[in-house]
């Protein structure tokens, strides 16, 4: 399916060391004098040597259009483009993504292997927390309704940690397409994840692209079953193992391992583990690029938060364009040529089957796999690297401009390189400063403004709590004597896997006294309770104060609760009902 000519690559070359290949030496002199009183310009002897730079240039060039010719070419349809796709939903057309080779790619696979190797490994990693918790380092015990994250345990009341979380992933992904556009779903969505890992399975099954084409247009024989059932059966198990993963983090990993092994486990993991399989197999495996373009959000969501200074990948169509596949022929009869020699290797290695020569389009995850491929074209073919980049809408418009003299011409790439075919400094290029510009500024700022506040938040946060419930029916109780009575919940929480004593102690309520339900314990000010490790302890208090001490039909006083060890108190205000009357 792809033309695979006589190929004699020549050894890669440096980066813009390659000249430009001009097809005409009279480029390089300027039309007419810049304005009627300008000296000629240049001058006769300028004249010469810019014609001789030309000569060599071409010389040059002429070697490079050989090469270009010589270039493996694909036959590579964007068949996901918008351009090609139907209105609305369409039959799949199948994607056969080539390996793409180079730094991106190379990026990709470490983080890959990082995120892969957390997501599965992150259950088995053992976090001491003593006798009274859970061992496992992240837990989110729904059981107990807590959530461990090593050192740190959530308590339901503590939600406002997982919240903060939430807004902090919401600024940060915010920051980071505003500065790098779409990073996060071109190297670490799970989906893109997932359907890089199941693509290896593919290539190590069925062959590169081209075996791939050919086995999928070949009929059935034993030898396409064999391939397709060992693809799809190591699918299965990595979507097996994924749900499986994801299950070990509600419960200890090795316990629910072996329950899974045995069959002990509860029906609701066994469940789990088959949708998370199914979910896994289909979006990775079958459903692949459709997963993006048709059901995520984000790619919707995306287009408000890019501005003209967010880095995107770019097909640099003001260096590329004439392209051309015969840059030799198209030189000798005089024609402008860029620097794409349309060979479609961009084509071919997106695995969202896009031309990112057709400009920005909604598909493109920027992954990044075409600019690896156009690059060692690039380096075959003797020219500067970055005719496919990462670049900001902003340079593309000043470089487009320079190309097109202002827009007033169609694109002709020689505006953009000097005398020597290197591309001109005129030509904007991304420096790194631009990430400081105040959009980016104010989303850090929100960003670490949240994460300090939770950093603070937890570091002084209280481990003992009370609250207090007051009986409401009745509201209070007149004793014989004429004390009056009011019933309590008091609920003490112990936060830390230890046990400890609280000493709970009535303040501001004159010659009052409590004693407590189930306790066998003198009527008196304070009492002292043992909580267990983790745990929330519920008491019935009652109140009882005598009538010649009341002040009101209510007064306000306060439980105060103290841990007798280490001196860390909580408190709660709560009112003391009585009738409007005095009673005698
Ligand atoms: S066009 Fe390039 S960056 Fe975009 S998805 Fe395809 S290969 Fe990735
Ligand atoms: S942009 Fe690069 S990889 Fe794509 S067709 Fe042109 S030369 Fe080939």
């Not at 010589?70 to 483009?81: C, G, I």
Request: with cysteine; glycine share 6%.
């Amino acid at each position: 399916m792809f033309r695979k000519a006589a190929c004699v690559f020549p050894e890669k070359r440096r980066v813009n060391s390659a000249p430009h290949a001009p097809d005409q030496q009279d480029w390089l002199l300027p039309a007419e004098p810049r304005s009627a009183g300008d000296a000629p310009w240049p001058s006769p002897a300028g004249v010469h040597i810019m014609r001789l730079a030309g000569v060599a240039v071409n010389a040059v060039g002429d070697m490079a259009m050989r090469e270009a010719s010589e270039v493996e070419t694909f036959d590579a349809t964007a068949v996901n483009s918008a351009r090609v796709r139907q209105p609305l939903y369409a039959a799949r057309k199948k994607i056969f993504p080539k390996r793409a080779e180079g730094r991106f790619r190379r990026f990709k696979w470490i983080v890959m292997l990082i995120t892969l190797g957390v997501y599965y490994l992150t259950p088995w990693i053992r976090w001491n927390r003593g006798a009274f918790a859970p061992d496992q380092g992240v837990l989110v015990d729904l059981a107990n309704r807590r959530f461990y994250f090593f050192p740190i345990e959530i308590w339901p009341q503590e939600f406002y940690f997982v919240a903060g979380l939430l807004i902090m992933a919401g600024f940060g992904l915010f920051l980071l397409t505003s500065t790098v556009g779409r990073a996060w779903c071109g190297y670490t969505c799970p989906q893109t994840v997932w359907v890089d890992l199941f693509l290896v399975v593919e290539r190590a099954i069925e062959g590169e692209r081209n075996a791939r084409i050919k086995l999928d247009a070949a009929p059935w024989s034993a030898n396409k079953l064999f391939r397709r059932i060992a693809k799809h059966a190591i699918w299965l198990l990595i979507a097996v193992l994924t749900g499986g993963a994801w299950i070990f983090y509600f419960a200890d990993a090795p316990t629910l391992a072996r329950e899974l092994a045995t069959g002990q486990a509860a029906p609701v993991a066994y469940m789990t583990i088959a949708i998370l399989t199914g979910t896994t197999y289909v979006f990775g495996g079958l459903m692949r690029e459709q997963v993006c373009t048709y059901m995520c959000p984000w790619p919707r969501i995306q287009a408000a938060m890019l501005d003209e200074n967010s880095l995107t990948v770019t097909y640099n169509d003001w260096r590329g364009e004439p392209r051309s596949r015969h840059a030799k022929k198209a030189a000798a009869a005089g024609q402008v040529i860029g620097d794409c020699v349309d060979c479609n290797a961009c084509v071919a290695v997106c695995p969202m089957g896009i031309d990112i020569r057709d400009g920005q389009q909604l598909e493109c995850i920027t992954c990044a796999l075409c600019i690896d491929a156009c690059d060692n074209v690039m380096d075959k073919i003797g020219k500067e690297r970055g005719l496919i980049s990462y670049a900001t809408l902003a340079e593309y418009e000043s470089n487009r401009l320079l190309a097109t003299a202002g827009g007033a011409s169609a694109i002709d790439p020689r505006r953009v390189r000097d005398a020597s075919g290197r591309l001109s400094d005129k030509v904007a290029t991304f420096h790194l400063k631009k990430l400081l510009r105040p959009r980016n500024l104010i989303y850090f700022a929100a960003w670490s403004a949240v994460g300090l506040g939770l950093i603070y938040a937890l570091l002084t946060r209280e481990r003992l709590q009370v609250n207090v419930l007051a009986d409401r029916n009745p509201q209070y109780v007149v004793l014989s004597d004429g004390a009056i009575r009011n019933g309590f919940t008091v609920k003490l929480l112990n936060m830390i896997p230890e046990p400890r004593t609280f000493t709970v102690t009535l303040e501001n309520l004159p010659g009052a006294d409590m004693n407590v339900v189930g306790m066998d314990h003198p009527a008196g000010r304070s009492f002292s309770v043992e909580v267990e490790p983790d745990k929330l302890k519920t008491l019935k208090v009652f109140v009882r104060q005598p009538h010649d001490s009341i002040a009101g039909p209510k007064q306000s006083f306060r439980f105060v609760v103290q841990d007798t060890a280490s001196h860390e108190s909580a408190q709660y205000d709560a009112t003391f009902e009585s009738p409007m009357e005095p009673v005698r």
